[in-house]
């Protein structure tokens, strides 16, 4: 009896978690750039009461029998489907539009990953993103060459944050394979800089550092650094933001999958509790 309100126990948790995947995704439906994930579930320990054996000259094959222990959470998966295109108008506000990510440097020198790029320069001419993080790439006509026949040649130590002359510049614009360029005082046009992003073999196994920001694991594999148009990072689509790719339909029909399986586990656990009352009754 004790095993069937364990087992109960077991499925309320895995259904709570399920919930709190969910609650997270919904919260989220409007945030740009966010991507949502997955609970999947996976049954638990097996207690053999008998064998299996074959069959033999005088007596058939037998099979096991086994009593299950529950659920367990088997992975929380991300789902790295691309969002939707938002057009937003604004120069610096970037679409990725392919499966690259932008290069960040926080105030720590730590180097992070995002999807969102809702980009600006501050007053000193760096490229920044929302939380005053520096943009990477080289500064300056283009150094840097990507080779895709060796996806990994170009180390994140040869990049920079990005930084141009906003005083001598104008009409300042980035292009949809990262070129940054502005019109000097003579009226010629001039490259200031490149974006380059990070692409993973892996993406699903990035850690979310919170604020859409993510990090390289073991699991994701070592970035692979390349400019927007190549054909490892895809290309920027300038004037828009990623949308969340949050489903709400299918959220709110998921919550009421985890509602129903709380609640049936809810009843196990009444039951059991019922039967037991039902044995302790048979003394009196």
Do not use: C, W
Request: hydrophobic share 35%; net charge negative.
């Amino acid at each position: 009896m004790l095993k069937s309100m364990s087992s109960g126990v077991s499925g309320l948790r895995s259904h709570q978690t399920m919930l709190d995947v969910i609650a997270n995704n919904v919260a989220n439906v409007n945030t740009v750039g966010f991507k949502s994930s997955r609970v999947v579930f996976t049954d638990v320990y097996y207690q053999t009461l008998s064998a299996a054996s074959g069959a033999t000259a005088t007596t058939g094959g037998i099979n096991p029998s086994q009593i299950g222990s529950g659920t367990t959470i088997s992975t929380i998966d991300v789902l790295n489907t691309p969002g939707n295109y938002s057009q937003t108008d604004k120069l610096t506000d970037l679409y990725v539009s392919g499966e690259g990510y932008f290069i960040v440097k926080d105030s720590t020198g730590a180097i992070k990953y995002t999807r969102v790029g809702n980009l600006k320069f501050d007053d000193q001419g760096n490229l920044i993103d929302a939380k005053g993080n520096f943009i990477m790439g080289e500064n300056g006509a283009p150094t840097l060459t990507f080779d895709p026949a060796n996806p990994s040649g170009i180390a994140l130590s040869a990049l920079a944050p990005i930084k141009v002359n906003l005083g001598s510049n104008s009409s300042i614009s980035i292009g949809n394979n990262g070129t940054i360029t502005g019109v000097d005082n003579t009226g010629t046009v001039q490259t200031l800089g490149r974006i380059f992003m990070a692409s993973f073999a892996n993406p699903d196994g990035l850690s979310q550092e919170g604020s859409l920001y993510m990090g390289a694991t073991g699991s994701s594999g070592a970035p692979m650094i390349s400019n927007p148009g190549s054909t490892i990072a895809g290309t920027l689509i300038t004037g828009g933001l990623e949308q969340s790719n949050v489903d709400l339909s299918q959220q709110l029909t998921n919550m009421i999958i985890a509602e129903r399986g709380f609640q049936a586990n809810s009843r196990v656990i009444t039951t059991s509790d019922e039967i037991l009352q039902d044995l302790i009754n048979l003394k009196r």
